[in-house]
């Protein structure tokens, strides 16, 4: 549901990212979730030269509120989760959320290191091997582990509801999948929860509709 209160439904959001999911993609799912309207602003690639002059950090994403720019992808989640009520009820399951984040983070960055960074085809290849048979195992069982600890796994990462914990974690798992389709067979907890919050109220429907990118 929406926690909005009166004070904030005015406000101007605004979403500038590329034509893809990426780094956006939680924002994204935060904003579908809670039914807040948002500006989803997709740069042509054409633009970027001249469009990135105007951004604080020259990257994106940026969330613009009320004409306020905000950069770096995990603050702008973590903003729109507390517009919305979905950052975790108190500082403990907040910084619970934060830590989760923090550890996809990671593993989002070991990844994107051999996608888009290593220029060699032999290591490239090398890197996405020891992603998938070792960084990414132990990654998941963590994880599964840490879900077990909160009600059983049969709910969501951290407290009694959707945090930007859950939508950070369905777009890792929604890049893995595209290389890996089962990869979550040895998880079954992870493998609920994906179908969960691609069922939750708002993001099934934001799924449906969302612009079909390849990354």
Not at 206 to 213: D, E, F, I, S
Request: charged content about 25%.
């Amino acid at each position: 549901g929406v926690h909005c209160g009166a004070c904030r439904k005015m406000s101007v959001y605004e979403l500038h990212y590329f034509n893809n999911r990426g780094r956006a993609e939680p924002a994204r799912l935060l904003f579908a979730a809670a039914g807040l309207p948002y500006r989803d602003i997709r740069i042509q690639s054409e633009q970027w030269p001249e469009y990135k002059l105007k951004l604080p950090m020259h990257q994106v994403p940026v969330l613009e509120v009320d004409g306020t720019m905000i950069c770096q992808s995990v603050a702008i989640a973590r903003y729109v989760a507390k517009v919305t009520g979905h950052a975790g009820k108190t500082d403990l399951e907040q910084a619970k959320v934060d830590m989760l984040v923090d550890g996809i983070d990671d593993v989002m960055t070991k990844k994107g290191d051999y996608v888009w960074h290593e220029k060699d085809e032999t290591r490239k290849m090398e890197k996405k091997t020891a992603f998938y048979e070792t960084t990414l195992p132990q990654f998941l069982s963590h994880f599964e582990k840490l879900l077990r600890t909160n009600n059983g796994g049969d709910g969501f990462l951290v407290g009694e509801g959707l945090t930007h914990a859950d939508a950070w974690f369905l777009c890792l798992a929604d890049d893995i999948l595209l290389d890996f389709p089962d990869i979550f067979s040895p998880y079954p907890k992870l493998a609920a929860l994906v179908e969960r919050i691609r069922t939750y109220p708002g993001i099934k429907e934001w799924l449906a509709k969302r612009p079909q990118t390849p990354f």
